[in-house]
C-alpha cells in the first residue's frame, strides 16, 4: 500500500503566503514524478504544478513567479510554497504521485486534497 498525506491548506488573505506539503509512505521503492493539482467550484481539475524524477519542473503559466515546487527526496515529500497569493487561487489543492511500489507495480496516487481559500 501506498498513500499520500498532505497538510498546510488554509484561510489566507489576498497577497499571503501558504505552503503545502505532501508526504508519500508505504511500499515504495521510486517516487518517479509528483505534482500538485487544484480544483476550483465548477472547473476541472487543473495542473498547478509538477516534479520530474530529477529537477524539471512545470508550471500553469497562472502562478509562475509565484508559486515553487520543491521536493525533499529523504522524506519522500513535495512542497508547494505559494506566494502573492490571488483569490482566483481558491481551491482544494490535490497531490499527486507516480510510485514504483517494491513489487514493481507503478501506480498513480492522488491524495486526498487541501481547502485554500485566498479572501478578505
Wanted: proline share 2%; with cysteine; aromatic share 8%.
Amino acid at each position: 500500500q501506498v498513500q499520500l498525506v498532505e497538510s498546510g491548506g488554509g484561510l489566507v488573505q489576498p497577497g499571503g503566503s501558504l505552503r503545502l506539503s505532501c508526504a508519500a509512505s508505504g511500499s515504495i521503492f521510486r517516487i518517479n514524478r509528483m505534482g500538485w493539482y487544484r480544483q476550483a467550484p465548477g472547473k476541472q481539475r487543473e495542473l498547478v504544478a509538477g516534479l520530474g524524477s530529477g529537477v524539471n519542473t512545470n508550471y500553469v503559466d497562472s502562478v509562475k513567479g509565484r508559486f515553487t515546487i520543491s521536493r525533499d527526496t529523504a522524506k519522500n515529500t513535495v512542497y508547494l510554497q505559494m506566494n502573492s497569493l490571488k483569490p482566483e487561487d481558491t481551491a482544494v489543492y490535490f497531490c499527486n504521485a507516480d510510485i514504483t511500489t517494491t513489487a514493481r507495480v507503478t501506480l498513480a496516487i492522488w491524495g486526498q486534497g487541501t481547502q485554500v481559500t485566498v479572501s478578505s
